[in-house]
């Protein structure tokens, strides 16, 4: 059975920093397409960030130069580093697991709940 368990969400101040893990099981994690998805109090899923099958990487333009996501195979386990966060990055974060996800998918097609392996999520509050 897929698991998919995310930590490291809390609350935060302007400009400071979360670092989210997604701990893995259940499956060929070195081989898996992992990502990260968050949802805005009243907004809809969106994609953060993703490997794809070739080991590139996808931002979205809202977290470039501010998010780094990777991955730890020996420990089964993905990252997001979040810096210079903002209140806008608010949300329930969300890991995902895919077998294969094609080039641009992240930017033709948004996250969807029932395609994939999700996680329950954990909350990022960024406040003063």
């Known amino acids: 059975e897929v698991q998919l368990v995310e930590s490291g969400g809390g609350l935060v101040q302007p400009g400071g920093s979360l670092r989210l893990s997604c701990a893995a099981s259940g499956f060929t994690f070195s081989s898996a397409v992992m990502s990260w998805a968050r949802q805005a109090p009243g907004k809809g899923l969106e994609w953060v960030s993703g490997f794809y099958n070739d080991g590139t990487t996808y931002y979205a333009n809202s977290v470039k130069g501010r998010f780094t996501i990777s991955r730890d195979n020996a420990k089964n386990t993905v990252y997001l580093q979040m810096n210079s966060l903002k209140p806008e990055d608010t949300a329930v974060y969300y890991c995902?697991?895919?077998?294969?996800?094609?080039?641009?998918?992240?930017?033709?097609?948004?996250?969807?709940?029932?395609?994939?392996?999700w996680g329950q999520g954990t909350q990022v509050t960024v406040s003063s």
């Open positions: 995902a697991k895919h077998d294969f996800l094609r080039r641009s998918y992240y930017s033709d097609y948004g996250p969807r709940k029932d395609f994939g392996s």
